[in-house]
C-alpha cells in the first residue's frame, strides 16, 4: 500500500508564517482597543459623568417639583398602588448650604442609581420621619456630591424636602469604620445619616458617615416594607452591580468591532480618512464601556 505525502509547497503554505503587514495590522487593532478604552475611561470621568449627572438632576428635578405641586410626592416605600417605588424615582430635595449642594435624592443605593445623583437607603424611613434615614452620594465620580462631606462640622445645617414638607437636621458628627456608633433613637426622634467614601478621589478607602439630629418634631412614619434582610447587596455601602455585565460585554463587543473595522478602512480607504470617521466611534464606544465599568465599581466611588 502506498502512502500519497503531501506536496511540499501545501506543507510550505500550511506553515508560512503571518505576513508583517497582517501582524502590524493586528497589533495596531489591539492598541486601537485598549487605547480607546482608556481614553473613554479618562474622557467618562472627567467630562461625560458630570455633564451626566447633571442632566439626571435636572430630569429629576422637574419631575419632583412637579410631583410635590401636585400632592403626589411619595411619603413612603410604596406608591398609592401599594407598590415598592422603583429605583430611581425622586423621593427628596437635600440642600447642604457649607457644600453648595442641591440635589434631588432617588429612591435606592445601587451602584447605577448613584450615577444619577444621592441614592435613599431604601429599608430606611424617608427624610424628615421619625427614625434612621441614610443617603448615600457618590466621593468622586458622576458629580461627586458628596466629595467634600469631611469638612462639615458639628452644628452644620442640612434641609430637605419630601412630600410631607421641610425638615432640618443639625450635624452631630462624623464617623469612620470603627468608631463609636451613636447612641440610639429616643421614641419620635429622627437622625439623618450622609454616606460616602473617604480619602484619595479616585481611589477611595474607606466609609465616611455623618450623622444629623432632626430638629423639631418628626413626619409620620409609614409602615415599613422593606427590611434589612430583604434589602439586596448591590446597595450596601462600597457594593457595586453585577447587573452590569451584559451591557459591559455588549460594549466590549462593539468596541472591538470598531477597532476592527478602523483596520480595515485604513487598508481599504485611506489612513486619515479611517481615523476621521473611526475615531469619535471608538470614543463612543470606549464611553459606554467606561460606564458600564463604573456600574461595576463600589457604588461610593
Request: glycine share 10%; with cysteine; charged share 15%.
Amino acid at each position: 500500500m502506498t502512502t500519497t505525502m503531501p506536496e511540499a509547497s501545501s506543507l510550505d503554505a500550511a506553515i508560512r508564517p503571518v505576513p508583517a503587514s497582517e501582524r502590524a495590522r493586528l497589533v495596531g487593532t489591539t492598541l486601537a482597543i485598549v487605547a480607546a478604552l482608556a481614553l473613554g475611561i479618562v474622557v467618562n470621568a472627567l467630562v461625560v459623568s458630570p455633564l451626566r449627572y447633571e442632566r439626571d438632576q435636572d430630569v429629576a428635578s422637574w419631575a419632583f417639583r412637579a410631583q410635590l405641586a401636585n400632592g403626589t410626592a411619595p411619603v413612603g416605600q410604596v406608591t398609592s398602588a401599594d407598590r415598592l417605588l422603583a429605583p430611581g424615582t425622586p423621593v427628596a430635595i437635600l440642600t447642604i448650604p457649607r457644600l453648595g449642594v442641591d440635589d434631588v435624592v432617588l429612591e435606592g443605593t445601587t451602584s447605577k442609581t448613584l450615577l444619577s445623583g444621592p441614592g435613599h437607603r431604601r429599608d430606611t424611613a424617608l427624610p424628615g420621619q421619625a427614625g434612621p434615614v441614610v443617603v448615600m452620594g457618590r466621593h468622586g465620580a458622576y458629580g461627586g456630591v458628596f466629595a467634600d462631606l469631611d469638612t462639615l462640622r458639628q452644628g452644620d445645617v442640612i434641609t430637605t424636602v419630601t412630600g410631607q414638607g421641610e425638615a432640618t437636621y443639625a450635624v452631630t458628627g462624623l464617623r469612620r469604620t470603627g468608631d463609636p456608633l451613636p447612641d440610639p433613637l429616643a421614641a419620635g426622634a429622627g437622625r439623618l445619616t450622609l454616606v460616602s467614601a473617604t480619602g484619595p478621589r479616585w481611589a477611595p478607602d474607606d466609609v465616611l458617615r455623618v450623622d444629623a439630629a432632626l430638629v423639631g418634631e418628626a413626619f409620620p412614619t409609614p409602615r415599613a416594607v422593606l427590611t434589612p434582610v430583604l434589602l439586596s447587596d448591590d446597595e450596601a455601602a462600597f457594593a457595586g452591580d453585577d447587573d452590569a455585565w451584559p451591557l459591559l460585554l455588549l460594549a466590549l463587543a462593539a468596541l472591538a468591532a470598531s477597532a476592527v473595522l478602523v483596520a480595515a478602512l485604513r487598508r481599504w480607504w485611506g489612513h486619515w480618512q479611517a481615523w476621521v470617521v473611526g475615531l469619535p466611534l471608538l470614543l463612543l464606544c470606549g464611553v459606554l464601556v467606561a460606564e458600564q465599568i463604573f456600574v461595576l465599581l463600589p457604588n461610593l466611588v
